[in-house]
Structure formats: structure tokens, C-alpha cells
């Protein structure tokens, strides 16, 4: 008889499961839903979009009458505007608000990766840079945030994402913020990693949406008439006398 000690067995998961637990600890780390990915290859602008090297023709430039009627749509647009009431455009600027109920950013790195990130509209800047100062690799270097095109530098960092025009999403850009005399500024730093070795490691990991319960009605209770008792012998109703009472016989 074999009297080795059993070998506890070991839950097994599905590779699936393991991303997702994955996933799941560093949003906890963080606070945030992120995705890593590298950006494609290639001569391509800030929009994901090819550049194009060629010259356009001289009457690319000609002012024809289709630009006519869409610059007069447009002042007729911003005229209508100025005419609406404050309370109407307040109204209108709320309700557009209120659709708008994520707001996600993506963050491009000079070395290629890019990290996205998922906030409420209602959140600051601030939070942004807090989140990369916990999934940059060099969090003791100073750095900015900047969109293009064209290039400018994000100062104010104590709006939200909504009233930057960052919702429903955005692209900005990293960069270190080091002088040209400082010691670290040096092609090494310059050429990276900017992100953590472990934030690296989700390059290309989605997150698995989550599986809806499918939601079982309860049953409706089913009421049993209740079955009125009759007299089998019913009494006439008592008349009332019509004689009045200062009558006598």
C-alpha cells in the first residue's frame, strides 16, 4: 500500500483567467482599468494617420462654394448660439455633460508604448499624472504632458477631463522635463523603457469583458380566488316602516 502523503491538488486556471487576474491586481494597484500596446511602425502623425510627403495642386487651395456656404452655416450656427438664452445654453451644456460618462486618455510614450487609461469625466489632470508616477520606470525624473498639433505643454493640471476637452478621450504625450545641462539629460534616458518592466508585460493585453448574468425572473405568485360563503337560505330584507312616528293607532 502506498503511504506517501497526498499532493494537495492545485486549482488549475484557464489562461483566460489568469489574464484577467492579471489585469484585475494591477487596476487595484492603481485604482484605474489600463491597457498597454506598442504603436504600429511607420511614418505615421499623431493621430495614428500616414503623412503624407506630397505637394498639394495650387487650386487645392481656391476658395470655392462649398467653403462659401459652410463658413456662412457656420456664423449662422454662432449667431444662433449668442441668441439662446444663458439658462438654454447652461441646459443644452448639461445634458451634453451627462452622456458623456467616461473618459479615456492614452498616453504616448517616446519609446513607442502607449498606456491607456479609463477616468470618469469628472476627475482631474492631476489624477492622470498621479497614475504615471506609479507605472513610469523613473518616477525621481520631473516630466510634462503636451497634445499636438500643435505642441502645447498641459500647465493647469487641476481640470478635469471634461473641461479640457479630454472626454470622451484623449491623446497626449510624455515627455521628460530635464535641462540641457542636467546630468540625466542623455540619449540613454532618452531612449527608455519609460514604463515599469511589469506595466511592459501587458503589452497587448485586452481586458475580457464581463459576463452578464443571465437574470431569472422570479416567479409571480398565483393568487387563489377566494370563494365567498352564501347562505344557502337567504332572509329578505327587513323593510323600513314608512309610517311616521308621531302617528298613533
Not at 498597454?36 to 462654394?65: H, K, M, Q, R
Request: hydrophobic share 35%; glycine share 4%.
Amino acid at each position: 500500500m502506498d503511504e506517501r502523503p497526498a499532493k494537495k491538488m492545485k486549482k488549475f486556471q484557464f489562461p483566460l483567467e489568469i489574464i484577467q487576474d492579471q489585469l484585475s491586481a494591477v487596476a487595484e494597484e492603481l485604482g484605474h482599468e489600463i491597457c498597454v500596446f506598442t504603436s504600429s511602425s511607420g511614418s505615421a502623425g499623431p493621430s495614428g494617420l500616414p503623412i503624407s510627403t506630397e505637394d498639394e495642386p495650387d487650386d487645392f487651395y481656391d476658395f470655392t462654394p462649398e467653403d462659401f456656404y459652410r463658413v456662412m452655416g457656420d456664423r449662422i450656427g454662432a449667431q444662433s448660439q449668442v441668441l439662446k438664452t444663458r439658462k438654454l445654453r447652461e441646459a443644452e451644456a448639461a445634458a451634453r455633460r451627462a452622456r458623456i460618462t467616461k473618459a479615456v486618455i492614452r498616453v504616448r510614450f517616446p519609446d513607442s508604448y502607449i498606456l491607456e487609461a479609463n477616468f470618469k469625466p469628472s476627475e482631474k489632470i492631476q489624477d492622470l499624472v498621479d497614475l504615471l508616477l506609479k507605472v513610469i520606470a523613473r518616477p525621481d525624473i520631473p516630466f510634462y504632458l503636451y497634445t499636438t498639433p500643435p505642441k502645447e505643454r498641459i500647465k493647469d493640471t487641476s481640470k478635469d477631463f471634461y473641461s479640457a476637452g479630454f472626454a470622451p478621450g484623449a491623446i497626449v504625450y510624455f515627455s521628460y522635463d530635464l535641462p540641457n545641462d542636467s546630468e540625466l539629460n542623455t540619449e540613454e534616458t532618452k531612449a527608455g523603457p519609460y514604463l515599469r518592466e511589469e506595466i511592459r508585460a501587458l503589452n497587448g493585453i485586452e481586458p475580457i469583458p464581463k459576463m452578464v448574468e443571465s437574470m431569472v425572473p422570479e416567479p409571480v405568485p398565483t393568487t387563489v380566488p377566494t370563494t365567498a360563503m352564501v347562505d344557502p337560505n337567504p332572509r329578505p330584507a327587513a323593510k323600513k316602516s314608512t309610517k311616521p312616528k308621531w302617528l298613533k293607532l
